[in-house]
């Protein structure tokens, strides 16, 4: 099978960046996911041929690394391409690249095919054709999906947060509007909860220059979640999302 990357083009709206800023992690999260829903279809292995099959997609962990986010009004183009298989892990490439053609963020994505009967994932390279992936480099060398430093984040917090270094940013209960295909939240909420946890007067610039999430377990509307954050001494920073006591979701994040 050969196959191609897929392109997408955008105009950057108001809504995209909030106040006078830059592309919010929220949108990057968003274009990035569309255009490889996108492409899987094209490819025959998106959600309604899955779903088919008693199967479905699911985004586990993600690595963004930024240069510069476009403004209002910028045209830029989503470039995205599956990377092959590695364990438990069907891998995708991601780019954004401004009217120019010149690379302004990248990413990996790692997912899951989900079995929905059995409750676990499948080996991907069992199901996929070997050929479903294009022979082009990862956009930037040292992307590396996954956070798994010995106590960097705990499985669950007991008591109170503080306690353990974690400083709570705010709560929400899950609405209707946070829903995926899957029935739980969707991933680019995750990236948006887990970014918004850092105070803007810790943020310098506000510019985001590496967004690491692990998409740990799965919330449903109704449920009531807390963020909370904490800044290493490197000035890497840190944030959970929180089911009572449960880490579902963890990034680390670094800022300009």
């Known amino acids: 099978m050969s196959i191609q990357a897929l392109e997408t083009e955008h105009i950057i709206r108001g809504y995209d960046c909030g106040y006078a800023g830059p592309l919010q992690p929220f949108a990057l999260a968003n274009f990035f996911q569309e255009a490889a829903g996108e492409h899987a279809e094209k490819l025959g292995v998106g959600m309604e041929a899955l779903y088919s099959l008693g199967r479905t997609w699911m985004l586990s962990r993600i690595d963004i690394e930024i240069e510069r986010l476009p403004r209002t009004g910028e045209q830029v183009v989503v470039r995205t391409w599956p990377f092959g298989t590695e364990r438990i892990f069907a891998m995708r490439c991601m780019e954004l690249l401004d009217s120019q053609g010149r690379r302004m963020a990248g990413a990996l994505y790692d997912y899951f095919i989900y079995d929905i009967k059995l409750g ?79 105070p803007p007067e810790e943020r310098g610039s506000g510019q985001a220059k590496r967004i690491k999430v692990d998409f740990v377990s799965q919330a449903v509307r109704g449920e009531h979640l807390a963020a909370c954050w904490r800044k290493s001494e490197s000035g890497i920073f840190h944030s959970i999302i929180l089911r009572d006591t449960q880490v579902i979701a963890r990034a680390s994040t670094r800022w300009e």
């Not at 705010?170 to 909420?189: K, Q």
């Open 120 to 198: 676990r994932p499948l080996r991907p390279e069992r199901i996929l054709d070997p050929g479903l992936r294009v022979d082009k480099p990862l956009p930037y060398a040292d992307l590396s999906p996954g956070l798994h430093e010995p106590g960097l984040f705990p499985a669950e917090l007991t008591g109170d947060p503080r306690d353990a270094g974690w400083k709570q940013a705010f709560s929400l209960d899950v609405a209707s509007h946070h829903i995926d295909n899957n029935g739980h939240v969707n991933n680019a909420h995750y990236v948006n909860w887990l970014s918004d946890a850092i």
